[in-house]
T-cell receptor, first 113, second 112 residues
Framework: ETGVTQTPRHLVMGMTNKKSLKCEQHLGHNAMYWYKQSAKKPLELMFVYSLEERVENNSVPSRFSPECPNSSHLFLHLHTLQPEDSALYLC????????????FGPGTRLTVL | QKEVEQDPGPLSVPEGAIVSLNCTYSNSAFQYFMWYRQYSRKGPELLMYTYSSGNKEDGRFTAQVDKSSKYISLFIRDSQPSDSATYLCAIRGRGSNYKLTFGKGTLLTVNP
């Protein structure tokens, strides 16, 4: 595997379910990001981790909980989501912080019923 | 006023046409300008990156920045069906402030 991978690629969940999204980067980068992409809206930054420390939490509801166990892996834990949370969730990585190019994964298409 | 404005299209052109994609921004502190391309069912990939006013060329692609007008453009010459994708502008201020501001993206279709 190369680049940034995300699993699952598609997820359908009910509002009472708990699920997790996984991101893995094979680029040796130190910063990782979660973005939300909704139709007709710009990409929204959710969380940033640098060297496994969360450095940005962009006013995201607590039903989204990130976890970064090491610099190669990033998780987004989901619980009691709302239908408006349905979107494409993109993971990205960069060598260090925002001064660098961000490399995106293919995303997880999430549908909340 | 939104920080970055981008017409979402869709834009449909015949093969070989010159394509012009544009964004405007409101914050004069923005210093770094990027264009990302996103194919269907894929994540965005960086296409062009510039930090100064003027033109930057890479093959069939030219990125243009006019800081005085707060206006950026991406031109695609001799467009190909493989250029069909969503193009997103992304802008960042100086320093490591961890925030890229994206436009909504423009959906481009190049018809053979």
């Amino acid at each position: 595997e190369t680049g940034v991978t995300q699993t699952p690629r598609h997820l359908v969940m009910g509002m009472t379910n708990k699920k997790s999204l996984k991101c893995e980067q094979h680029l040796g980068h130190n910063a990782m990001y979660w973005y939300k992409q909704s139709a007709k809206k710009p990409l929204e930054l959710m969380f940033v981790y640098s060297l496994e420390e969360r450095v940005e939490n962009n006013s995201v509801p607590s039903r989204f909980s990130p976890e970064c166990p090491n610099s190669s892996h990033l998780f987004l834990h989901l619980h009691t989501l709302q239908p408006e949370d349905s979107a494409l969730y993109l993971c990205a990585s960069s060598p260090t912080g925002y001064t660098d190019t961000q490399y995106f994964g293919p995303g997880t298409r999430l549908t909340v019923l | 006023q939104k920080e970055v404005e981008q017409d979402p299209g869709p834009l449909s052109v015949p093969e070989g046409a010159i394509v012009s994609l544009n964004c405007t921004y409101s914050n004069s502190a923005f210093q770094y300008f990027m264009w990302y391309r996103q194919y269907s069912r894929k994540g965005p990939e960086l296409l062009m990156y510039t930090y100064s006013s003027g033109n930057k060329e890479d093959g069939r692609f030219t990125a243009q920045v006019d800081k005085s007008s707060k206006y950026i453009s991406l031109f695609i010459r001799d467009s190909q069906p493989s250029d069909s994708a969503t193009y997103l502008c992304a802008i960042r201020g100086r320093g490591s402030n961890y925030k890229l501001t994206f436009g909504k993206g423009t959906l481009l279709t190049v018809n053979p």
